[in-house]
């Protein structure tokens, strides 16, 4: 399914960057910029970075602000903390392979305290430069190249396009498991029992991909689908690999993420001790949106020592994560307090941001609803909106005689008319014969609103074109 | 309820297991950060909790980082990024204007003006012109594509997915990868995982570790018989070993390479740490032109740089990058995709980078500071470097060879046959039986020889000689002791 258009991949992309040189140098077009939401790029989209966190890393990286009185007291004394705990007290320096002790630890502690007190073990966590980084790291260890018949890994449709990716590299197969659009891209157990059953004579099936909050589909899972996906697992000796990048992107009423480990805690034996779980999570999403900084980490549950051994060494080759994404990290799970002279900003800009995604779901979820052959889901979590198109078929004819899949050429058209940049919906997977385009809903509200008022336009343009 | 009884199914095991998971990741090893570096922080642990030893600290002189050791940043890098990272403080009088304009043009080319955004996979346009540019400069003009630049997480990450796109095939035809014997473990870590033939070529201990092209010859025409030899791969300056290559040797190794049509793989992290006299880095692009279009056109090549060595040190933000040469077009497309998969370098090492390739010129007010801290830092580890080999080369049953460039020390050690017996006993590899000796007794940490390769029945350690020069006089001192105390205590 993926491997089909090699060609388009990227092109997309490169004509947004092109569109956007162009109009840097001044060339007429009918928009004045590209609005470019085709990523989770918060910063991109121009959301702003955390003040907390960057005057501490500016002063990790340039050690005499901490005596800059510029600076509140408790970013001075923060920075000097995580230099403290830096070799040499430099953030240049390696660090351990699994990440800084103290930033690891850091990492249990939020961990158990996110999970209602169900301690989490720093020597089964590893931090590294990206959540894809450990992801495909963990693949590694699961796939066997030589093996015959081939090793497989459930993974959701839609599903973002990196792990996809990661799997098909490493030689292993993806077993595809469609997820509900009508019931709001729920996770079915049905489903995933149908995947397994069609996997039989063409792969091994021994991973189980999750998404939760979902990429590109906005669904949060409650805690009975949890369980029954742990279930499942138990029950097919399946590993389970749950990517909870989003975990703090949560707006649906009656939503609330539940992480995989905690459930898998609470559930006791005998799926607590032996069910095998590695779990994401990242600082490019959430509140802080630091993509650019490279830091994620994985906490690895039920692991066979031995093999823990191995993935040590695994990680050890690829020296360490980004200091000042370790530090970012930290950030993250131990933000500032109540009393902390940073503690008002900090929750303002928190609460901002939160406000405008709420803000946003709801605009988005409204415009496109409110558009002829436009629908989606409510968005209960995540950062993305996936929304179906209902492409005419004098649409997907065009489409054809371009040689293109009928959403990239949905895509390429609001790109060069709407100036939007969005992803098209094959790119993820989907039913065949459905369409659908994916994009970003983390945008200050002035430039979503410029975002609809040009996907309306736009839209309706181009379905009284074709229809 | 027991298991058994859940369901009526059977008792559950584990889905990974040393039976089940991938055997390429089984046969990985990295000796610079291996078992013996899990002891030392063990002790360091226990030093900590007011365990006595007869010594108060570990002098952790295995891994090639300098600001571990002590040794300062760039001012002026670091004023760059600490700009990019706050850009509030741009209108902080107390930074330099030469520093503000920096990072003004690198938060320009991030997306929404800030560092946490993500670039695209082969880095940010601008700063690979950059790269271009110092290239160009650095190899007295010969054209460098921005397009053929990979800015990537560390030059360890490009080293991999290079490695990556050109190990394929089954059986006898799987790819054999040549390098060097002693050499850096990532490569034999890497090409474990990835499942290539590593193919041994040794370097010549009796001449300075020099490369002989006939050596070559040898292990390129033995492994032939089992696997399908594509690529070469050469660390000049040297690691462990720091001889820096002379500009024939550049020259008839590409000859080499372009005969027996291998892929060139030229790590050249450490090429602004050159100390010998009478020694000078030659870069592989630069030689490979200066030979002509029959050989610039012809022969592929990557380039590897990185902003953890030299005089800047800053392991700890994983800057680097590839420069590819004379690759096949639909295998850059492959390359671009391989690269995407994790998304981007962070932008942070990229922005380093730049700095890197394009420092403070004469005209400019950072010049002279950045000028002295950089003169200051090559000529420390050049003074080190000399006297390591001369205090080595002191003790009986060591012989060094000189550390012409890099950051390392990979001396000779003749043990004992009743040390090599003994290490036997305890099934360990003598060289790692002596530094584990020299751990527990002194608590200076080196690497043993056999984490690199070496000929048969020699035995090596690797020692940086990254620490300040009065602690390398002590720990010089610490390790001539111990190895008289070992060599009696074995006799």
């Known amino acids: 399914m993926w491997n089909m258009k090699q060609l388009e991949y990227g092109a997309l992309a490169r004509r947004a960057n092109q569109i956007k040189d162009e109009l840097r140098q001044g060339v007429r077009r009918p928009y004045k910029e590209v609005i470019d939401v085709f990523q989770g790029d918060l910063h991109r989209a121009g959301m702003k970075p955390l003040t907390f966190v960057r005057q501490i890393l500016a002063a990790c990286v340039y050690p005499p602000l901490i005596n800059s009185n510029n600076l509140p007291l408790d970013v001075r004394q923060r920075a000097q903390e995580e230099l403290g705990r830096c070799v040499g007290g430099s953030v240049g320096s390696y660090s351990a392979v699994a990440g800084i002790p103290e930033i690891v630890h850091s990492i249990s502690e939020f961990i158990k305290r996110r999970d209602g007190g169900i301690p989490s073990h720093p020597e089964n966590i590893y931090i590294s430069p990206g959540s894809q980084w450990s992801i495909s790291n963990i693949l590694n260890v699961l796939v066997n190249r030589e093996a015959s018949p081939r090793t497989g890994v459930l993974i959701p449709v839609p599903c973002h396009h990196k792990t996809v990716l990661s799997i098909t590299q490493l030689g292993a197969v993806t077993v595809p498991y469609y997820l509900s659009e009508e019931q709001g891209w729920a996770l079915q157990v049905e489903e995933l029992q149908r995947a397994l059953e069609s996997a039989k004579g063409v792969c091994n099936p021994v991973a189980l991909y999750v998404i939760n909050p979902g990429n590109p589909a906005g669904y949060v899972q409650s805690q009975k689908s949890v369980q029954e996906v742990i279930r499942f697992a138990w029950e097919k000796r399946l590993f389970l690999l749950a990517d909870e990048l989003y975990q703090d992107c949560v707006y649906g009423e009656n939503c609330e993420f539940v992480s995989y480990k905690r459930t898998l805690s609470e559930m006791g034996p005998p799926f607590s001790g032996t069910v095998e779980l590695a779990s994401f999570h990242s600082v490019s999403k959430g509140f802080l949106g630091e993509c650019g900084l490279r830091a994620g980490y994985v906490e690895l549950v039920n692991l066979d020592p031995a093999v823990m051994k191995h993935i040590h060494t695994l990680f050890s080759k690829d020296s360490c994560a980004p200091v000042l994404g370790q530090i970012a990290l930290d950030l993250m799970t131990d933000p500032p307090k109540p009393g902390d002279p940073s ?106 609103e410029e975002l609809l008022r040009c996907l309306s336009s736009f839209h309706m343009t181009f379905m009284k074109d074709f229809s | 309820m027991s298991q058994q009884a859940v369901n009526g199914v059977a008792h559950r095991g584990r889905v990974l297991t040393l039976d089940s998971m991938n055997p390429n990741v089984k046969r990985v090893e990295y000796a610079v950060r291996g078992p013996i570096v899990q002891r030392a922080v063990q002790i360091e642990k226990e030093l900590k909790e007011g365990v006595k030893k007869p010594f108060t600290e570990v002098i952790k002189a295995n891994i090639g980082d300098a600001h571990a050791m002590g040794q300062k940043p760039i001012t002026f890098f670091r004023q760059v990024l600490a700009l990019c990272s706050y850009p509030a403080l741009l209108e902080d009088s107390k930074f330099p204007e030469d520093a503000k304009k920096r990072a003004q043009r690198i938060l320009e080319a991030c997306g929404g003006h800030s560092i946490g955004a993500y670039s695209t996979s082969q880095g940010i346009e601008c700063i690979r012109q950059d790269v271009a540019r110092y290239i160009e400069k650095r190899d007295g003009g010969i054209p460098s594509n921005p397009d053929n630049i990979y800015l990537s997480t560390g030059a360890s990450d490009a080293i991999v997915t290079i490695l990556k796109l050109l190990v394929c095939g089954e059986g006898r035809d799987r790819t054999g990868v040549m390098i060097s014997i002693p050499q850096y473990p990532l490569y034999s870590a890497a090409l474990a995982d990835l499942g290539a033939v590593q193919i041994n070529y040794y370097l010549d201990e009796d001449n300075c570790w020099s490369l002989n092209i006939t050596e070559l010859r040898r292990a390129l025409n033995a492994a032939r018989e089992h696997c399908n030899p594509r690529v070469l791969c050469i660390i000049n300056p040297g690691n462990p070993t720091g001889q820096v290559q002379s500009r024939q040797c550049i020259e008839d190794v590409i000859q080499f390479a372009k005969e027996e049509h291998l892929f060139l793989m030229a790590d050249e992290v450490y090429q602004d740490n050159v100390y010998a006299e009478g020694c000078q880095f030659h870069s592989f692009k630069k030689v ?56 981007c370098p962070p932008v942070p090492g990229q922005a380093l980078l730049d700095l890197v390739v394009n420092p403070p010129q004469p005209d400019e007010p950072s010049y002279a500071t950045f000028m002295k801290e950089r003169t200051a830092v090559l000529s420390a580890l050049a003074e080190k470097a000399r006297l390591t080999e001369q205090i080595f080369n002191t003790v009986p049953g060591i012989t060094c060879n000189p550390v012409q460039g890099a950051m390392y020390t990979f001396p000779r050690i003749t043990l004992p046959q009743k040390a090599i017996d003994k290490a036997k006993e305890l099934g360990l590899v003598p060289d790692m039986f002596y530094c584990m000796r020299l751990l527990e007794e002194d608590g200076i940490c080196l690497v043993p020889g056999s984490g690199f390769g070496q000929r048969e029945g020699t035995y090596h350690f690797r020692m940086t000689i990254l620490p300040p020069t009065d602690k390398l006089k002590v720990v010089l001192q610490k390790i001539r002791e111990f190895h008289l105390r070992f060599t009696q205590e074995f006799s």
């Open chain 2, 288 to 343: 490979l032109f200066e030979m002509g279009p029959e050989y610039s056109n012809t022969v592929e090549m990557a380039s590897f740089h990185s902003t953890s060595k030299c005089y800047m040190g800053e392991c700890g933000f994983r800057g680097g990058y590839v420069e590819v040469i004379n690759l096949d077009p639909e295998v850059k497309a492959q390359l671009i995709k391989l690269v995407s998969v994790r998304l």
């Open chain 1, 343 to 448: 503690y008002p900003l900090y929750k303002q800009e928190i609460e901002h941001i939160r406000a405008v995604l709420v803000h946003n779901v709801k605009r988005v979820h409204e415009v496109i609803n409110s558009l002829p052959g436009f629908s989606c889901p409510p968005i209960e979590g995540g950062l993305f909106v996936f929304p179906r198109l209902n492409l005419t078929p004098k649409a997907i004819q065009k489409a054809k005689e371009l040689g293109l899949q009928p959403d990239t050429f949905y895509c390429t058209r609001l790109l060069e008319e709407g100036g939007v940049f969005t992803g098209p919906g094959w790119e993820y997977g989907q039913k065949e014969g459905t369409y659908h385009i994916r994009f970003c809903i983390a945008a200050p509200q002035d430039v979503m």
